[in-house]
């Protein structure tokens, strides 16, 4: 794993357990909101979705804005990502530690899926076809998700 993707992992890690329903989560949206430039001029609230923020505030924190954009929508967060050229949208891709995963839970199962994202989070780890990721705003919470590579639901990679 390269360093920058090894120190994205890290944070992530780092902010396992913290919760909104004790507001730990809230660290997390003041690193997203003390940064300029707001994506779009929107100052994310303590009680809106926040995966897409959680994502965005690791790269805030590292200072690796320049690498993974930054957004508090997922929709968004794509179309920079293929702005930056570092989209990929096929599913069976088996990713790497770092890399941004990207949810519609609206996929058909049938082909690669297209439709709008509702969640996003980062690969902490892939073995035996099996991608371990770590999510922000994950039933309310930063947790660990298991998905199989290729599975229904992967919108795509950035």
Known sequence: MDKYASKIVKVMQSWVGKKASNGSHKEIIDIYNNHRPLARGYKVKYTDEWCATTASAAAIKLGYTDIIPTECGCGQMITLFKQKGCWVEDDSHTPKAGDYIFYDWDDTGRGDDTGWP????????????????????????????????NAKNIRGYG
Do not use: F
């Open 118 to 149: 509702e969640h996003v989070g980062v690969v902490e780890k892939v073995a035996n076809g099996v991608i371990t990721v770590i999510e922000g705003n994950y039933n309310n919470a930063v947790k660990r998700r298991n998905i199989k590579v």
